[in-house]
């Protein structure tokens, strides 16, 4: 089915939905009737892709890249939706991806290789092969250095410069397949596989330096949280907090359930997403849930254990970390905000209200009551605080317990986030979201789309700004075109002299026909009227010609570009006698607005004929041409056409035409692709 039905049929049955709370105490979220709109309804579906997306970049403000299990990447453009470059050099999935530079983009396969491409021209400038010999999984930065390091399902880690030549390589320990991987800003390197333990490797000497063994099943994700702490979570549900160092030693055990298996052997609490949000806060999806921890002391500060049907693959922060996204294998997408008195934005030692347009819904600070403690302390088993104070634990960053702290039992309150939207569109799982800027996103999903969720208000304030600007820019062509007009007949009138009004009124009064040649009493020269003022043929050394009796006078002009820049200077630098200035200045008064007015007609309608010049800057078509300004889209739609669809420029026009673009806009923007 197509994507977009499939889009349509689920948005209409999302509307007919109703969740209840089931009897074994899970609760059924329902979005808050008293609550601020959710503004992100706007969506552009990007389909590219004919496998599952697993994997999304953003790039820079404009583009963002995907990965897909066809073994392609495709750079987009998040403004417009249009795709930049298709990357098909790969055989197999793709399966990671790192911005190793600005215009760089590195990209690991299960075939075994790694391709470094430039995303300017979407070429590929270098292929690491015959080195990896499984899936390269894991592509990680190395900051201090303009180095990254590449790991999979074999048994080393290689360390690469930005060209992809091989700088070191290092031998793993563990034999499991590696999940994730983790440089840290003093040299180390920390991996996480299907083993339960983490191994640390130096940067320095290329050579393994000591193993974690505090998770019970295979870690599945690592953060960094800061330059000296970094946090790990594993599919059993525990996340611990470490201390980077010389001695890289655990400092919180923030979760840590007892029961992590159930009776049909599913991980309940499998940690699948760290996210850092704000300065000092850890959002962790836990099973089909989220929290929230404050790294500084290792306490919950929101818990949602239910947030979706099934587990919560990723998280993301909007609106500068106060609202959160949460996506999940049972296709949906919510928006989450903290009630009032949580806010994960606040820096260290800052305030903690949360702003008036997150919580204008009059709820009041939650009190904690005898779930929230259960929650707090049975649901998530040992916790433990690693406390200075405490006689019965180790100093942080000196060693580990297995004893809960208990210096702190004044712990903060637990707040339940609340649900300000849900947004449907995907049809299968949603793999990854990645923030595009603080008011839109994009996900990534089981049914090959990639979609980007914008905030209408936003976005309709940008198109607000484009259209203003236009009509500005249009109406001072508008009124440049007048002012041209206006400026040649008042110059032209001027260069006939005061015969001319005679004549006119002589023709006004059903006499001689203005047919007639005629030379300006007291002028020996024939003259030349530009849009500046007057110039003399004997001036610029070009032979003097009869005045054809067609139209009686010869007129001259080069075809305007642009305004003056200032009165009295023309277009082409010359030093101007007739200054451009208001069409009323131009009149004359009233004995000559008659001639001028005759004039201005005549030199609109009088076609160029034989021996004569009639140049006012015209087009063939008889218009005033003036700058016109092709919107971006326009032209992008044309551009399209003409390398995607290998459309001739006659189709093209045709089908601009049929888009209802004016011929002004069809021809300014046919112009504009054959200068290309």
């Given at each position: 089915?197509?994507?977009?039905?499939?889009?349509?049929?689920?948005?209409?049955?999302?509307?007919?939905?109703?969740?209840?709370?089931?009897?074994?105490?899970?609760?059924?979220?329902?979005?808050?009737?008293?609550?601020?709109?959710?503004?992100?309804?706007?969506?552009?579906?990007?389909?590219?892709?004919?496998?599952?997306?697993?994997?999304?970049?953003?790039?820079?403000?404009?583009?963002c890249a995907s990965a897909s299990d066809d073994g392609s990447v495709v750079?987009?453009?998040?403004?417009?939706?249009?795709?930049?470059?298709?990357?098909?050099?790969?055989?197999?999935?793709?399966?990671?991806?790192?911005?190793?530079?600005?215009?760089?983009?590195?990209?690991?396969?299960?075939?075994?290789?790694?391709?470094?491409?430039?995303?300017?021209?979407?070429?590929?400038?270098?292929?690491?092969?015959?080195?990896?010999?499984?899936?390269?999984?894991?592509?990680?930065?190395?900051?201090?250095?303009?180095?990254?390091?590449?790991?999979?399902?074999?048994?080393?880690?290689?360390?690469?410069?930005?060209?992809?030549?091989?700088?070191?390589?290092?031998?793993?320990?563990?034999?499991?397949?590696?999940?994730?991987?983790?440089?840290?800003?003093?040299?180390?390197?920390?991996?996480?596989?299907?083993?339960?333990?983490?191994?640390?490797?130096?940067?320095?000497?290329?050579?393994?330096?000591?193993?974690?063994?505090?998770?019970?099943?295979?870690?599945?994700?690592?953060?960094?949280?800061?330059?000296?702490?970094?946090?790990?979570?594993?599919?059993?549900?525990?996340?611990?907090?470490?201390?980077?160092?010389?001695?890289?030693?655990?400092?919180?055990?923030?979760?840590?359930?007892?029961?992590?298996?159930?009776?049909?052997?599913?991980?309940?609490?499998?940690?699948?997403?760290?996210?850092?949000?704000?300065?000092?806060?850890?959002?962790?999806?836990?099973?089909?849930g989220f929290k929230v921890y404050d790294t500084r002391t290792g306490d919950?500060?929101?818990?949602?254990?239910?947030?979706?049907?099934?587990?919560?693959?990723?998280?993301?922060?909007?609106?500068?970390?106060?609202?959160?996204?949460?996506?999940?294998?049972?296709?949906?997408?919510?928006?989450?905000?903290?009630?009032?008195?949580?806010?994960l934005s606040a820096p260290v030692g800052g305030a903690t209200n949360t702003?008036?347009?997150?919580?204008?819904?009059?709820?009041?600070?939650?009190?904690?009551?005898?779930?929230?403690?259960?929650?707090?302390?049975?649901?998530?088993?040992?916790?433990?605080?690693?406390?200075?104070?405490?006689?019965?634990?180790?100093?942080?960053?000196?060693?580990?317990?297995?004893?809960?702290?208990?210096?702190?039992?004044?712990?903060?309150?637990?707040?339940?986030?609340?649900?300000?939207?849900?947004?449907?569109?995907?049809?299968?799982?949603?793999?990854?979201?990645?923030?595009?800027?603080?008011?839109?996103?994009?996900?990534?999903?089981?049914?090959?789309?990639?979609?980007?969720?914008?905030?209408?208000?936003?976005?309709?304030?940008?198109?607000?700004?484009?259209?203003?600007?236009?009509?500005?820019?249009?109406?001072?062509?508008?009124?440049?075109?007048?002012?041209?007009?206006?400026?040649?007949?008042?110059?032209?009138?001027?260069?006939?002299?005061?015969?001319?009004?005679?004549?006119?009124?002589?023709?006004?009064?059903?006499?001689?026909?203005?047919?007639?040649?005629?030379?300006?009493?007291?002028?020996?020269?024939?003259?030349?009227?530009?849009?500046?003022?007057?110039?003399?043929?004997?001036?610029?050394?070009?032979?003097?010609?009869?005045?054809?009796?067609?139209?009686?006078?010869?007129?001259?002009?080069?075809?305007?570009?642009?305004?003056?820049?200032?009165?009295?200077?023309?277009?082409?630098?010359?030093?101007?006698?007739?200054?451009?200035?208001?069409?009323?200045?131009?009149?004359?008064?009233?004995?000559?607005?008659?001639?001028?007015?005759?004039?201005?007609?005549?030199?609109?309608?009088?076609?160029?004929?034989?021996?004569?010049?009639?140049?006012?800057?015209?087009?063939?078509?008889?218009?005033?041409?003036?700058?016109?300004?092709?919107?971006?889209?326009?032209?992008?739609?044309?551009?399209?056409?003409?390398?995607?669809?290998?459309?001739?420029?006659?189709?093209?026009?045709?089908?601009?035409?049929?888009?209802?673009?004016?011929?002004?806009?069809?021809?300014?923007?046919?112009?504009?692709?054959?200068?290309?």
């Open positions: 089915m197509n994507p977009f039905k499939r889009f349509l049929q689920r948005l209409t049955s999302s509307q007919t939905k109703s969740s209840d709370n089931d009897n074994d105490g899970s609760r059924g979220w329902s979005i808050a009737d008293q609550r601020a709109t959710n503004n992100i309804n706007e969506i552009r579906i990007l389909s590219g892709h004919s496998d599952i997306v697993r994997g999304l970049v953003q790039l820079d403000e404009r583009r750079i987009w453009d998040t403004t417009t939706g249009r795709k930049l470059h298709t990357l098909k050099e790969h055989s197999l999935c793709v399966t990671c991806m790192l911005q190793i530079a600005p215009g760089v983009l590195a990209t690991g396969s299960a075939d075994r290789t790694v391709r470094i491409w430039d995303l300017d021209s979407g070429t590929c400038k270098s292929v690491i092969k015959d080195y990896h010999q499984g899936s390269v999984k894991c592509l990680a930065k190395i900051n201090h250095k303009d180095w990254f390091c590449s790991g999979g399902n074999d048994r080393h880690i290689f360390v690469w410069n930005n060209n992809g030549e091989l700088q070191g390589k290092i031998e793993r320990q563990e034999e499991e397949n590696m999940n994730c991987l983790l440089v840290l800003d003093d040299g180390h390197i920390i991996t996480g596989s299907n083993s339960s333990i983490l191994y640390v490797y130096s940067l320095d000497s290329y050579s393994y330096v000591k193993c974690l063994a505090y998770h019970r099943e295979s870690v599945r994700t690592l953060a960094s949280l800061s330059a000296d702490r970094f946090a790990s979570g594993s599919l059993d549900g525990s996340i611990l907090v470490w201390h980077a160092g010389q001695e890289i030693l655990p400092v919180f055990r923030l979760n840590f359930p007892e029961q992590y298996i159930n009776q049909d052997h599913i991980y309940m609490y499998s940690v699948n997403c760290l996210l850092k949000v704000g300065e000092s806060y850890l959002a962790a999806c836990i099973g089909n919950c500060v929101m818990d949602c254990q239910n947030a979706h049907n099934a587990n919560v693959l990723s998280i993301t922060s909007l609106y500068f970390d106060t609202v959160l996204v949460t996506s999940s294998a049972d296709t949906s997408i919510r928006l989450w905000s903290a009630r009032q008195g949580l806010n702003p008036p347009h997150m919580h204008a819904t009059g709820v009041s600070s939650p009190q904690k009551s005898s779930k929230d403690q259960s929650r707090t302390s049975g649901s998530t088993g040992n916790k433990m605080q690693l406390s200075r104070s405490s006689p019965d634990v180790p100093k942080e960053g000196s060693g580990y317990s297995s004893r809960p702290g208990t210096a702190n039992n004044q712990r903060r309150f637990v707040y339940q986030p609340m649900l300000i939207g849900e947004l449907w569109g995907h049809c299968d799982q949603v793999n990854m979201l990645v923030p595009l800027s603080p008011f839109s996103f994009a996900s990534a999903s089981h049914d090959s789309t990639v979609m980007i969720w914008n905030d209408g208000r936003i976005e309709a304030d940008k198109r607000s700004e484009i259209a203003y600007a236009s009509l500005a820019q249009f109406k001072a062509q508008c009124e440049w075109n007048d002012q041209l007009l206006a400026a040649t007949a008042a110059a032209a009138s001027a260069a006939v002299g005061d015969d001319f009004d005679d004549d006119i009124a002589e023709e006004n009064r059903g006499g001689e026909t203005f047919n007639s040649p005629y030379r300006p009493r007291g002028r020996s020269r024939a003259h030349t009227v530009g849009v500046t003022g007057l110039r003399s043929q004997e001036d610029e050394g070009s032979e003097q010609r009869a005045v054809p009796p067609e139209t009686g006078f010869k007129v001259f002009g080069a075809r305007p570009t642009e305004p003056p820049s200032s009165p009295g200077v023309s277009s082409g630098g010359e030093e101007s006698m007739s200054p451009l200035t208001s069409p009323e200045s131009h009149s004359g008064g009233p004995s000559r607005n008659r001639s001028v007015e005759n004039l201005h007609n005549l030199l609109i309608s009088s076609p160029s004929q034989s021996g004569s010049t009639l140049r006012l800057g015209m087009s063939p078509a008889g218009r005033v041409p003036v700058q016109v300004r092709v919107p971006d889209y326009i032209f992008d739609n044309a551009v399209f056409m003409l390398r995607e669809q290998d459309m001739s420029i006659e189709q093209i026009r045709e089908e601009l035409r049929q888009g209802g673009n004016s011929d002004t806009i069809v021809d300014a923007t046919i112009q504009k692709l054959l200068n290309l």
